[in-house]
């Protein structure tokens, strides 16, 4: 029983990446801001939140942390040829 409810949460999240794999309105900025961190690095002037910078102001904190334990997987899903679609799935899991 107690392996079973250790499995629950996992496959929940993982049913919920299947189901809606895009993001919610309330993830976009982590979201764009791990893509921009990790396609764009430190090329700050190509960063989407130059453009549109939001009413709120908001830090790159966490998707700094989302980015650098997405990193990995970003560089395996390139050597894959996978598709963006996989780094943004990683970047969910990990947010």
Not at 17 to 34: D, G, I, R
């Amino acid at each position: 029983m107690e392996a079973l409810c250790t499995l629950v949460i996992p496959l929940a999240v993982l049913t919920h990446l299947w189901v809606a794999p895009y993001t919610k309105v309330e993830e976009s900025f982590n979201v764009q801001a791990v893509h921009d961190l990790l396609y764009h690095g430190f090329d700050l002037e190509r960063y989407d939140h130059q453009e549109f910078p939001g009413v709120v102001p908001r830090t790159f904190l966490g998707a700094l942390a989302t980015a650098v334990t997405a990193a990995p997987f970003k560089y395996a899903t390139e050597a894959l040829a996978l598709p963006k679609l996989a780094n943004l799935a990683t970047a969910r899991l990990v947010l």
